[in-house]
């Protein structure tokens, strides 16, 4: 994990794990020139555009990108409704984020992996068929 980040050419790199995950940290003055999405103010107030590379390693890695947008903006859950007077119960995803690039980023990603999704809300993107959501677990998984 911190080879990825040492031949960006970050100089310092630590990690430290704790329950459930590994917390990598790395202070370097060029992240913004890698991450240009990152800056100041709300991100659904400024423009989120992909840069080449990034729209390259999504292209060829869409379910990563997926897997990161859920673990940080998603939850899968079990929906309870009443369907002809009888209780139903199925698993299914939501997808919130107010910024409209961050969205169709990730709608974009579901298209090529071939999953169905449709907007529950401006803001929610629900994936909820049963072959979308197996498919979804795919790459998704557990957060932790």
Request: hydrophobic share 35%.
């Amino acid at each position: 994990m911190t080879h990825a980040m040492t031949a960006c050419g970050v100089r310092t790199v630590g990690y430290q794990e704790k329950p459930g995950c590994i917390s990598v940290r790395a202070h370097w003055t060029h992240w913004p020139c890698l991450l240009p999405q990152h800056g100041p103010g709300a991100k659904h107030r400024r423009e989120i555009v992909l840069t080449d590379w990034q729209r390259e390693f999504v292209g060829e890695h869409p379910g990563r990108l997926v897997r990161g947008l859920f673990h940080s903006d998603g939850s899968r859950f079990i929906n309870r409704v009443i369907a002809r007077g009888r209780p139903y119960r199925y698993p299914r995803y939501n997808f919130v984020n107010e910024s409209v690039d961050i969205m169709r980023i990730c709608q974009e990603a579901l298209d090529r992996l071939g999953i169905e999704w449709r907007m529950a809300r401006r803001n929610t993107l629900s994936v909820a068929r049963r072959g979308a959501v197996a498919r979804l677990d795919e790459f998704v998984g557990p957060k932790w």
